[in-house]
């Protein structure tokens, strides 16, 4: 079954220093998204992208967040410089589209620590 | 805006026990749909259902049941015959179905199920 990649599963970094999360969606899906837990809360979107744009953003996705799809297969989140409550599991996502009868396919999760 | 409760933050039950965990959605679209997930200890998110705002038909897959009212704006989740291995931390969302966004998955709070030998 395809699955929906996500590299590193676990990435420490120090306070201020700049994270490229990266992801590897599902080869035929066109819409891809980033999602964050952080600890023992629940899931919150952080952004969505289509088309090689950002489609929607959360209040969360501020400057120091940025996406893209360099090669038509990665799909990446950076964070400029982080922060302490940067601190949380990252997911990425994909989908073939909203319209289908198929749901989002989640990656198992990057654990960002931010020390 | 869309919003998804589980009141339920924790549940504990005993093995071989019926456990309905509990979803109420609010939204302002008329088609939207409903998922939950179910997240082991590993931390992974699991896809367990997807159901559109049109189908309001429960549905059975093995000891996993769901019903749907829209009457009450609730998507409930029972297990039958629990299992340890159903312990898990279980998410419901809601996606509105638009022709043009991203259509966000908004999550409820989760509910941490316990199932004990």
């Known amino acids: 079954e395809p699955e929906v990649t996500q590299t590193p599963s676990h990435q420490v970094t120090q306070m201020g220093q700049e994270v490229i999360l990266r992801c590897v969606p599902i080869s035929n899906h066109l819409y891809f998204y980033w999602y964050r837990q952080i600890l023992g809360q629940k899931v919150e979107f952080l952004v969505s992208?289509?088309?090689?744009?950002?489609?929607?953003k959360s209040e969360i996705f501020d400057d120091q967040f940025s996406v893209e799809r360099p090669d038509g297969s990665n799909f990446t989140l950076k964070i400029r410089s982080t922060k302490l409550e940067d601190s949380a599991m990252y997911f990425c996502?994909?989908?073939?589209?909203?319209?289908?009868?198929?749901?989002?396919?989640f990656g198992s999760g990057t654990r960002l620590t931010v020390v | 805006a869309q919003k998804v409760t589980q009141a339920q933050t924790e549940i504990s039950v005993v093995e071989k026990e019926d456990v309905t965990l509990d979803c109420v959605y609010e939204?302002?679209?008329?088609?939207?749909?409903l998922f939950w997930y179910k997240q082991p200890p590993s931390g992974e998110l699991v896809f367990l259902i997807r159901?559109?705002?049109?189908?309001?038909q429960n549905e059975i897959s093995g000891r996993y049941s769901w019903n749907f009212q829209k009457s009450t704006s609730s998507f409930n989740f029972t297990i039958t015959a629990s299992q340890v291995v159903d312990s898990a931390v279980y998410f419901c969302a809601l996606s509105e179905a638009t022709e043009t966004s991203g259509s966000r998955l908004t999550f409820g709070e989760g509910t941490q199920l316990t199932v004990n030998p």
């Open positions: 992208f289509y088309n090689n744009e950002i489609s929607e």
């Open positions: 996502a994909s989908r073939v589209s909203p319209q289908t009868n198929y749901g989002y396919t």
């Open positions: 159901r559109n705002s049109f189908d309001e």
């Open positions: 939204t302002r679209d008329t088609t939207y749909y």
